[in-house]
Every structure is written in structure tokens, then in C-alpha cells.
């Protein structure tokens, strides 16, 4: 559980207590429902302490009617109360000497009102007379494994490596959620709303030392402080990828965030060129956020820009190879010596072997064939990564045949010292879904990244061979 | 039946009798299985006469030993026979009068050899001596439910009103599935292959012309006569939406393209040049290409640019604001009085009023809220168009809740003469993948368009907005 640096944030991630301030037994009650029910569930060890005015028991813990109350110290407070009562909870909890309050109500700065603006400084000028600091408002608070912390209780329980600095709540669920079916698991994840003390800036600079994070993902609107930003992503994305979806560029996007997370977004084109000049990594959604860590935890080494190509479909075979190549990379064009190997068993006829390797409608998803061309090519030299695509709907296999085919291709790429990876696709049909889920966890688990598409594919892969971080 | 033009292609798509070349009954014979099984299993109610040289008969069907031998004129016949064996089946199709041609068999022009371009010439050069049209080689021919013709048993017998033109086999199945899962039907699609005789400007003219084809969409590799069809593509393009989706732009996908249909790509500069210029519309691959044919189909009319967004999620709904104005849109800002309507249901604190209407985690997704906020912004004089959105893994709702989600979301849209749409995310996992299938079909048959993120609406939507066509 310890961490390896001394950075001012690391006890935030590992409280011995935590108080959950507005919780009671009422039906739909959210600071019930929403962090202390999870914190439960999710095996917290420290000290879980219940505040409401009745001192009623919640979920069976002893309630206290203020956190003053508590007997033992209270290292982190969940504020979750209705926006008048937060500022005499930020009192109580500094007379307390709690060290972190995340402030889960909103109602301050992001309303846009001058009331809202000065009920948030009185917070933060509390805050910091006491030395105590606040994560939000308007947030749900921070996810960590090893600390046993979370923010919902459907988060993995195991650790992992990616740190995640989210303005955005469901935003920090879902990205976890998303990579979770994609084998990613973190370090730390913080959502931090407002931002009005803990900042992204300060949040990027503590998962830049974190030793337990070895990749930053990030949901951002706005900066504060901009030229100190830039700095610590300069520093952190030359050693760590640090990949951003950022949000409020348009003028509907501003108003949007303004409302949001009362952010100040900057302009595209400054943001744009900082990111380029940090070595950092955009993302347009958290979809392609996750596919992107997914990307960078998988392939910890690219050697080159030569890709190999192997599946089924000359129009598929025409596409890949336009998608790959604007991504950056190279097809190197198979000889005849390797040609004359494939056709051994890619058949004459409606197929290629020039790379893409294009086997035709009749062999096409065949468990054994693709796996033998993967052979082939894989272990050239020209090669540096192959891609493997597929789509299940297609070729109406079985259930056993797509195992076969499955398994074909984590022995195929357990031979070779360079990245697999496949495209597989599924036509959209419930019951490929569910197939389709299964084998990308297992193609996951052996190390083979899984994309929805081609495209996609393309597009991560391309990000991750363009990242020149970590090699000074 | 009848077609209300005079195209030479017209009677390719009603024959009065498939004759299919190579079909036996020995086990993993590709023209029994891939063309005679589902020509029976769709239902062709003409004659049907598989042709092989022992005259053995194939799934209870008469066979005979050389098309010469059917006793009835054969209008259409599909050649699925060893490379080497096309040209004299060929022969006796014009001996027998047939009309069209289908060849199937592949290893001709796309081969690259001056043998296999020979090949495909004396084809041509027989056919067209005796007034015979030849489909291919190297494709899978003609789906055409009002013809009772199939590529494939899977294909819905309903038809509709779109088009498909696909270099592609595989492409030509794929874009059908992923169409039929949106609410999309066909008049016709046809899989052209190498395009020796008849070819994509010839299709594309006809499609022009069939009074049931609405909207074309091709998958498209080269362009034979570029003039001839840029003037083709120019004057169908203007009365029906055309949407191409074309590959072999880079170095490898033109050799890809080279290798699977003989093509020649072409400009990358020039095509976008000609499509903008004629007001098609560009896909990027298949999937988009059928959300775009969804949206065409669903939104017959548009008023305007701006639109009204109703969702839970901060970030999510900065996010939808970038995309939806980077698209070409703008989301009014809904005056004092709206906000107070809005109000009267949507929490204070943590949401938002402005455009788009953000709800709060508590009461996101709520099956009745949303369709009240539909309701609200709908009606609105200043809103052309209302999108919503949904994360259905994220609020943990019952499959009751989601129904009455989507009851309420068709509901709300009945009561409006304006488009209301849905982006529906589902986070990846299958559970939620059957869920989000089965109220996406709902939606659809409702009119209401369904998109898998909030940036796919955005493409698509701006992509529709962007249409200037039929309105001369």
C-alpha cells in the first residue's frame, strides 16, 4: 500500500476513516446510496462513520449528528447535503481536522450566480485556514483500489496502472467501466468537478511522481492557471502517456462547461498546439479514451511502422490498408517467396497475398488458415505489428469455430516477439455481442489488443506509434 | 412489380429463371450452398435449374448438364464454376439467349496477369456478340426482394427504398445486415465485382432512374470512364441522395483495390473534389455509411440548423455540444421562461437548462422526466430538432425503466412535426447490448433515428443537414 514518493495528495488516496456526511437511513438517499453503500461494498477497513442530525444508524454503522462527534480522527469527509448546509459541514469538519472533504453537492461557482462564486471562496478560504483540502464541489471523489476507496461499487477490486483526472462524474464511472472490459485497471481515479482547490494541475503533477501510475488518462473542460499546466504536462506526458479528451471548444461547449464545472475552456488552437508540443495524446471520446489505454498498456513496445494484415474481405482488405496507412504506418509488399508460403493454403482464386493477406469468402474466418498465415507473416522481418480482423457476423461460424479461431490466434501471437492485434467486428446483432464479448477477454488476458473496427483500430494504433515519450 | 422506367438494366433484377452453373450436391459445393440454397430459401418463384455435368439433381431440383440443355429460356444465369471453366459456360449461355450473367468465379482481370486480363476480355467480347450483359466476374450478383433474388437467405424479403452498389461481396452482405438492424430495406443491391461489363456508372444511372430506389448507397474501389460518371453521378446526386464509400486512396489500398477488383483509385483529391461538387456524401466505412442510410430514410425533411439536447451527464453534454456545432448546427440558448418550465422538474443544483438540458445522476434517465423535457424544448419554435441521450449502462435501470424510458420517448415525438433522435451508449457490455438492441428497433419503427455514441449522431445529422439535393 505505500506509495514510493512523498508528494502532498498521497494520504488523500489511503484514509484510515472516512465520514459520510448527509447519509441516513431515508429511502433514496443519496449519500447513502451513492458513497456510502459503495465505500461498504467495496471492503473499506478504516473507520466508516455516518453523519446525519438524528445520529440514526445507517446500513448498520453507529451514526454521529456531526462529524465533531465522531471519537476516532476522520481522515476524508463525503459532503453530500443540500447546498445550504455544505458551508456549516466544512466548518464542523475543519474543527475536526479532517484532512481531505470532497464535496459532492453542487450549486457554487458552475451556476453562474455571484452568490454561487462567494459561497465556493468561503469554502476554499475555510479550507485553507484550517490546512484542510477539498476535492470538488460538484463531484463524486475518488476511486482507489489499493486504498479501498470507491465511487460505485461496480469498480474492479483489483489495481492497475492508469491513473484517471476527470472533471466529469458519470464520466469517471463510465471510463472506468469501459476500460474494465478492455483488461485496464487503475491506480487512482478522481473525479474532481470545480476543481476550485485539487486541480487538474496538481492532480497531473501528483500521477506524474505516482509510481503506481504508469499512464494518464484525463477528462478535462478547463485549465486554471494555464502556464503552470503547461509545465507539469510537458513534464509528465515526456515521461508517462497522458491522454486528454477535452471538451468546450464551440461556443455551445463553453456555455455547456461554464454550467458544468464553471470552467474557462481556452481556446482549440492553443490547446491543440500544447498538446502536440507536450507529446500528449488527444482523444475525442471516452470511448476512444479507452481504447487508447487499452492501446498503450498492450503494447509496451513498437519497433516500427510495418504492419502485416491478415483476414477476409477484398473491401475490408482496401479499407484496413487506407485506415493503416493514414495512421502512419507502412504495408510492406510480400515477396515471392512469401506469397508462393501462403498460397499453400490461401487458395488461388478472390484472395490476396501481397499483404493484405485476403482470404477468400470460402476460407474466410477459418480457425486454422488465419492463424497459419499470422504464422507466416508474423515472423518476418519486415513486419513489426500484425493485424488480424475478423467480423463475426459474417461468416456464420459456430460457436466452437470462433473458439478455435480465437485460440488459433493467442498461440500465433505467443510465438512472436511484436504486437497482435485484431479488429473484430460483429454487425451489431445481440447475439455476436455476446460472443464477441467473450473472446475479446480472452484475446485481452493474452496480451492481444481487441478494436470494434478498422478504423479504430487504425487510429489507436497510429496514436501509439506516435508517441515518443519515455524514450529520453 | 412493374418499374415505371425503361432501363436496359431493368430485367437483370425480375428474371423468369436462374440457371445456377456448377451447383452439385457434393458436400462444401460454394454454388449450391452460397447461391442455389438461398435463391430457394427466399423464395424465387420462377424456374430454378442447377447445372452441373452429371446432371445430378441438387436440393430436389432437376439439374441438367450444360445450360443449352434447360428445356425453358433462362433469363438469368450465375456461373460458380473453377476459373478455367467460366469461359465455355459462358459460350453456351449465348448459345441459350440468356440475358444476364453473374460470374462469380474469381482470378481474372484483378489477378494482375495479362492472361487473366485476356480472360475476362474474350468474356466480355462473346457476351457482347451476342447481347448478353455479364455481372462480374468476381462478385456475388443481385439482391432484389421484389425479384425474389438473393445473395444470401438472410436478406429481409421485405424491400424498401434503397440502393446498394458494392465492388464488394462480403460488403454487399454486410451493408443488408447492418441496414436491416436500422429500419433500412432495399429495392435492390448489387454486388459488381470487377465491373467488366456492367459498372458502376451504368448502376448508378439505373438506381438513378428506379422509381423505388430513394436513396443510393456504393461501396466503391475504382471508377471506369471517370467522365461519364461524373456527369451520371452529378445529375442523380441533385433528386436522390448518393452515399459512396470509397477505398484505395493510399499506396497499399490501391494495390489492395488493384488485387481485389482490378480498379484504378484515382485522386483522393480529385474524388472529393467531384462528390462535393455533385452533393454526394461521403462514408468512411460500412457502418457509418448504414447510420447515414437510417438517418436519410428517417428524416425526410429538416427546417433548419438548431437544435435542443436532452441527456444526464456534464460532460456528456459538453462533449454533444462540440460535436453537434463542429457538425454545422447551433443549440439556441432557451430563454428565462424556458428554464423556469424546465426547472419545475429538473433539480436546481448539479443539471442544466441553458441548451442542452442536463439532468442530475439522481434523476438521469428517469423514465418520465426526459419525455417532459422532450416535451418542453420540443415544441419550441426555435428547435428543428431534438437529440437525446441515453447511457444505459451507466444508471443501473431495470428493463421496466428503460421500456417506459423508450414508451415515453416515442410518445413525446408523436406529439411533434419535427425530428426527435436518440444516441444510445451502452458501455460495451452484452447484457446491455440485447437491451439496447431491442429499444433501438423500437425507436426506429417509431421514425426516431438511433446512434451508437454522441459523435456518430453528429456526423450523421451534419451529414444529412448538409444535403442540398431535391429541393429543385
Not at 499453400?344 to 478472390?350: A, D, E, N, R, W
Request: glycine share 12%; net charge neutral.
Amino acid at each position: 500500500m505505500a506509495e514510493h514518493h512523498n508528494h502532498p495528495l498521497d494520504g488523500m488516496f489511503h484514509p484510515r476513516s472516512v465520514a459520510v456526511i448527509g447519509a441516513s437511513d431515508k429511502e433514496d438517499n443519496w449519500a447513502a446510496k451513492g458513497f456510502l453503500k459503495p465505500l461498504i461494498d467495496f471492503g473499506f477497513t478504516g473507520g466508516i462513520y455516518p453523519i446525519n442530525p438524528q445520529a440514526a444508524p445507517v446500513l448498520g454503522f453507529k451514526a454521529y449528528s456531526r462529524v465533531t462527534e465522531v471519537p476516532e480522527p476522520v481522515d476524508f469527509a463525503i459532503v453530500s447535503v443540500p447546498k445550504g448546509q455544505v458551508f456549516s459541514c466544512i466548518e464542523d469538519c475543519a474543527v475536526k481536522g479532517v484532512k481531505t472533504v470532497c464535496v459532492y453537492a453542487a450549486g457554487f461557482s458552475e451556476n453562474g450566480t455571484e452568490q454561487g462564486r462567494d459561497e465556493e471562496a468561503r469554502i476554499i478560504d475555510k479550507a485553507r485556514a484550517a490546512g484542510m483540502r477539498i476535492l470538488g464541489p460538484n463531484c463524486i471523489g475518488i476511486y482507489c483500489p489499493e486504498g479501498h476507496l470507491t465511487f460505485n461499487a461496480e469498480t474492479p477490486r483489483e489495481a492497475g496502472h492508469v491513473g484517471l483526472i476527470s472533471q466529469s462524474g458519470r464520466y469517471s464511472s463510465e471510463f472506468v467501466a469501459l476500460c474494465a472490459q478492455r483488461g485496464v485497471r487503475f491506480s487512482k481515479a478522481i473525479s474532481y468537478g470545480n476543481g476550485s482547490d485539487i486541480n487538474e494541475t496538481e492532480l497531473l503533477d501528483y500521477l506524474g511522481v505516482d509510481t503506481n501510475t504508469h499512464l494518464i488518462a484525463s477528462y478535462m473542460e478547463g485549465v486554471k492557471g494555464g502556464q503552470r499546466f503547461a509545465e507539469v504536462l510537458r513534464r509528465v506526458a515526456s515521461i508517462k502517456p497522458v491522454i486528454i479528451t477535452k471538451g468546450g471548444f464551440t461556443e455551445a461547449g463553453r456555455r455547456a462547461a461554464r454550467s458544468h464545472t464553471a470552467s474557462l475552456t481556452g481556446s482549440e488552437k492553443l490547446w491543440r498546439a500544447l498538446l502536440q508540443q507536450a507529446g500528449a495524446i488527444s482523444a475525442n471520446d471516452l470511448e476512444e479514451m479507452s481504447d487508447l489505454a487499452m492501446t498503450f498498456e498492450l503494447i509496451p513496445d513498437l519497433k516500427g511502422d510495418r504492419v502485416a494484415v491478415v483476414g477476409a474481405g477484398g473491401g475490408a482488405s482496401v479499407l484496413v490498408s487506407d485506415f493503416i496507412t493514414r495512421a502512419g504506418f507502412t504495408l510492406p509488399t510480400f515477396g515471392e517467396d512469401i506469397q508462393k508460403q501462403l498460397h499453400q493454403f490461401v487458395p488461388l482464386s478472390g484472395t490476396g497475398v501481397l499483404n493484405p493477406v485476403d482470404f477468400s469468402p470460402q476460407t474466410s474466418g477459418d480457425p486454422v488458415l488465419t492463424p497459419m498465415a499470422v504464422d507466416v507473416v508474423g515472423k518476418l522481418e519486415m513486419v513489426n505489428l500484425v493485424l488480424v480482423h475478423y467480423s463475426l457476423g459474417h461468416f456464420n461460424s459456430t460457436r466452437a469455430g470462433v473458439q478455435q479461431f480465437c485460440n488459433g490466434i493467442i498461440e500465433s501471437s505467443r510465438k512472436l516477439n511484436k504486437p497482435v492485434v485484431v479488429a473484430l467486428e460483429w454487425l451489431g446483432y445481440p447475439d455476436n455481442a455476446a460472443l464477441a464479448f467473450e473472446i475479446k477477454q480472452q484475446w485481452i488476458k493474452a496480451g492481444i489488443c481487441v478494436y470494434p473496427s478498422l478504423s479504430r483500430a487504425a487510429l489507436c494504433l497510429g496514436k501509439r506509434a506516435g508517441w515518443l515519450g519515455g524514450r529520453g
